[in-house]
């Protein structure tokens, strides 16, 4: 029954140019940035990471395992395992001010996520979504999320999906979330309380707002971005924003 349900409104979205789903969330300057981190982000080489990454308020000692270069302006670093460019908050002006903005956009953009109502799909599968369908809406849940088998997220490319998460999002080690019908992982919104675990090998689509941290285990890869109030973690982890 619920296949179906999100079947019937994949196909609906397809056929139509109408925009499905809540509004989207505006993530400011945060979106400019592929992880951004107030307690620091770590990688076990080698890392691949399209996009910036920014640690605030967190020296540049925050970030571990880059083999940082710092540029001769002394306002960014730059680093093998990253195509773009690494801020900390210890670098010269104006690189601290536009981080702590940054970092604010950042807590503007999970509180706004994660305090949407009337949601359209609430407690769905209890939180056990593997193999299921998802088509554009807002999705409750008052305990954690996981997921265990393949994962299909579908929609049109002007859809929009929240998922509100109240405990941690767990995805287990070699499985995917996978885009149906030109629907865009910037559209997509996963807003976490808990800690946010993707196992070794599995497939992130969508931007996280994690409150505490994200772990991304060994050959994952993420479409996404990863905006945490606490640490990020990848092991020979690619992150494409």
Same mark, same amino acid.
């Given at each position: 029954?619920?296949?179906?349900? @999100?079947?019937?409104? $994949? ?5 139509? %140019? %109408? ?5 989207? %969330? ?22 691949? #990471? ?6 605030? !308020? #967190? ?5 571990? *395992? $880059? ?19 690494? $801020? ?5 002006? !104006? ?9 604010? &956009? ?8 994660? *305090?949407?109502?009337?949601?359209? @799909? ?13 088509? !554009? ?9 996981? #997921? ?10 002007? &859809? ?46 969508? %931007? ?22 606490? @640490? ?10």
């Amino acid at each position: 029954m619920l296949s179906s349900l @999100f079947t019937i409104s $994949f196909l609906a979205a397809l056929g139509s %140019v %109408v925009a499905f789903g809540p509004a989207p %969330v505006n993530l400011g300057t945060a979106g400019t940035y592929a992880i951004l981190s107030k307690s620091g982000v770590s990688t076990v080489p080698p890392s691949v #990471i399209t996009g910036n990454v920014g640690v605030s !308020p #967190i020296a540049a000692t925050g970030l571990t *395992g $880059f083999s940082l270069t710092l540029a001769p302006t002394g306002q960014l670093s730059t680093s093998g395992q990253v195509v773009g460019e690494l $801020f900390a908050a210890s670098y010269t002006a !104006p690189t601290p001010t536009l981080l702590t903005v940054a970092i604010g &956009d950042m807590g503007t953009a999970y509180n706004d996520a994660s *305090g949407r109502v009337n949601p359209t @799909f609430n407690n769905l599968a209890s939180g056990a979504i593997g193999g299921l369908v998802l088509g !554009p809406g807002l999705y409750k849940w008052t305990s954690g999320v996981s #997921i265990g088998s393949d994962v299909t997220i579908a929609g049109a490319a002007t &859809d929009t999906w929240i998922f509100q998460v109240s405990g941690t999002l767990t995805i287990a080690g070699a499985k995917k979330m996978t885009l149906a019908g030109g629907a865009l992982a910037s559209n997509i919104v996963w807003v976490v309380a808990g800690a946010v675990t993707a196992g070794a090998g599995s497939h992130v689509e969508g %931007v996280i707002l994690g409150k505490t941290s994200i772990t991304l285990q060994t050959g994952t890869t993420a479409n996404s971005r990863l905006l945490a109030q606490t @640490f990020v973690a990848l092991q020979k982890a690619t992150v494409t924003n």
